[in-house]
């Protein structure tokens, strides 16, 4: 009895029957008063206002379960929304009473399907990688977050290994962006069918359970999670395993395409403190990996956290360096091997750190590199070797200056613009300007490399290959370049006389050059005999101890105006081995 009270009190239906009862219930007591005051109270009257209180009674009970559909209803959609809220999408409100509340419960129904929709779509474009649409980089940090707490409450062992697959950049410049999509796709096929073979067969000896996870983890990086492992050489076999899957050649279109895969391991939980630090140091192992060169695998130690503590000193002092001008230009002279004569210079970094003393760029242009800094560090040297040499110039010593660029300079699509305007600020003439880039560089994109030159060339501006034979260029298209002159990697000069081949490879150069209508520099002399044996076999001119070291401005140029007078005795001697070098 108690309950339907409750019901009647705190249901809709109830208060709506009820609110009816009262309502009807006072206005047929007040009609019934009404007819008692106008007629008296007659027994002819009492069963027709009987009939109609019982009728009345029958009314408001089909009334009540008429309003109690309508509330179950209501209370149904009441549940629906609170499931909606609580991010169950999938339940639906099922609702057939043919009226205004079908049509409000299917509307409903068709929003929360949209919102489900849309959940699913946001969720795959926040975790998902749309080209391989593997999971991208967020949802393995996640992952590795959470296998990383698991493995340490239980004392379990895992490991993340990041892959960088080598070469892919260079692809997809040469290719375009579609076929690097293509590619990416069949890599992300051969790499888990790999992972799945190496995952099942690390599994089967080991018994463990917990499946591999692999993910895009960078434009071409990939990594995967090992929850479970025995030791951290599971983890390197794992890594060989599908590192070799990837060696097998792919084909893009007419393209036979060979890739490789360097990889840093991370170990957990010992190699951090959380998920998103073992990811870092996986990260930094891959890094450390991929400067040791191609199809490289490394295991993080904590000593590599030191070495990237000291980069980011260095970063933060050269940055500061730059803003304090502690960066200054050396001049080391060219010469020319028949006259003798100082013909041109080549300008190389030095940075006057204030408690370190003079700085070799070995030991910072590489992080110069990595942080971007070498763009205004680049920009700087450029300008102020031209300016040096309009100077020299002005003071009647005419010799050409050759800067660096490195490949992020290169990048930039205003570089060609620059330059010419660092030489129409500066009044040197384009004729005395030379610019040095790597092989790497000029083969990363040829039709880039022509198309930022080419305007530079026709102005004057000679272009050198630096370091020429140690990269692994094409030579064909190499020789189709833009190029004026190529400058022998000093490694060659110095092998001579140690090792047989210098002197064919030497000479293979200089004969390369001459057919190419080119100029050689040979880097690195510091010997009366390689200088003779330089001039005998034709080379150009010669740039190393032998004739200079590098200096600062001033002394370059007292060095510039002196050496005739000491050109003299050295080519004396240059004279005499050169006798005893063509005997
Ligand atoms: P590099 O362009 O091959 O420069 C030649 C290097 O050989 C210079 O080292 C030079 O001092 C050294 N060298 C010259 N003659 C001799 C010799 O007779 N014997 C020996 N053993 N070495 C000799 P440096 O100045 O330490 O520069 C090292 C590298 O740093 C350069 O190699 C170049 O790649 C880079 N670099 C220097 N300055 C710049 C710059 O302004 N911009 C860029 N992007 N890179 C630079
Ligand atoms: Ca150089
Ligand atoms: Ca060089």
Request: hydrophobic content about 45%; some cysteine.
């Amino acid at each position: 009895m108690g309950s339907w009270l409750d019901y009647l009190r705190q249901s809709l239906a109830g208060k709506l029957t009820l609110a009816f009862l009262a309502l009807s219930s006072l206005s047929a007591l007040c009609g019934g008063l009404a007819l008692v005051y106008i007629f008296g109270l007659e027994a002819r009257l009492a069963w027709p206002l009987g009939l109609a209180i019982l009728a009345l009674c029958l009314a408001s009970t089909i009334f009540f379960f008429l309003v109690s559909r309508i509330s179950h209803t209501l209370v149904e959609m009441t549940q629906f929304a609170q499931d909606t809220n609580l991010q169950r999408l999938d339940k639906r409100v099922n609702v057939q009473s043919g009226d205004e509340l079908e049509h409000l419960a299917n509307s409903l129904n068709r929003m929360v399907y949209r919102l489900d929709t849309s959940m699913k779509r946001i969720q795959q474009l926040a975790f998902v990688d749309s080209i391989t649409e593997l999971p991208n980089r967020e949802r393995f940090r996640l992952e590795t977050e959470e296998a990383f707490k698991s493995n340490s409450a239980h004392d379990l062992v895992g490991a993340v290994i990041c892959f960088d697959i080598d070469k892919f950049i260079r692809v997809q410049e040469t290719l375009g962006q579609i076929a690097g999509e293509g590619l990416l796709g069949q890599v992300a096929e051969r790499l888990t069918a790999a992972v799945l073979a190496s995952d099942r067969m690390v599994r089967l000896q080991t018994s463990l359970t917990r499946p591999a996870l692999l993910a895009r983890t960078g434009i071409s990086e990939f990594s995967v999670l090992l929850p479970d492992i025995r030791e951290p050489t599971q983890a390197g076999r794992f890594a060989q395993l599908v590192a070799a899957a990837l060696r097998q050649h792919f084909e893009l279109g007419v393209h036979r395409i060979v890739l490789g895969a360097c990889a840093g391991i991370a170990i957990f939980p010992q190699d951090g403190e959380s998920g998103t630090e073992i990811l870092r140091s996986a990260d930094l192992a891959l890094s450390h990996a991929r400067t040791d060169g191609p199809n490289r695998c490394v295991f993080f130690t904590r000593n590599m956290n030191q070495r990237a503590l000291e980069k980011l000193v260095l970063e933060s002092d050269i940055r500061a360096g730059i803003e304090q001008g502690q960066f200054i230009t050396f001049f080391q002279p060219k010469v020319d091997l028949d006259s003798g004569r100082i013909h041109g210079c080549e300008a190389l970094v030095r940075w006057n750190h204030p408690t370190h003393g003079l700085i070799s760029p070995y030991k910072f242009i590489e992080a110069a590199e990595e942080t971007g800094l070498i763009m205004p560090l680049g920009d700087y040297i450029m300008r102020d070797a031209a300016k040096k040499a309009a100077g020299w110039l002005r003071r009647g010593i005419a010799v050409r200056v050759a800067v660096n660029v490195s490949a992020m300079q290169f990048s930039e699509d205003t570089f060609t613009a620059k330059v010419l305007h660092i030489l129409a600020e500066t009044g040197l003439p384009a004729s005395l300007f030379e610019l040095e880039i790597t092989e790497s560089i000029a083969m990363s994109n040829p039709e880039r490399v022509i198309r930022l030159l080419e305007p530079l060339r026709q102005k004057g501006v000679r272009i050198a290959i630096d370091d020429f034979g140690t990269g692994y260029s094409n030579l064909a298209a190499l020789t189709r370049m833009p190029f004026d002159i190529f400058k022998i990697d000093q490694s060659f000069v110095t092998a001579l006389g140690k090792d047989g081949n210098a002197p064919t490879m030497i000479e293979t150069i200089i004969a390369m050059a001459g057919g190419l209508n080119y100029e050689t520099v040979a880097e690195g002399v510091e010997t009366h005999e390689q200088a003779a044996f330089l001039k005998t076999r034709g080379a150009t001119l010669g740039q190393g101890f032998l004739f200079g070291a590098p200096m600062a401005s001033d002394a370059f140029e007292a060095h510039a105006r002196t050496w005739a007078v000491r050109m003299d005795e050295s080519f004396l001697q240059l004279a005499s081995h050169e006798h005893h070098s063509s005997n």
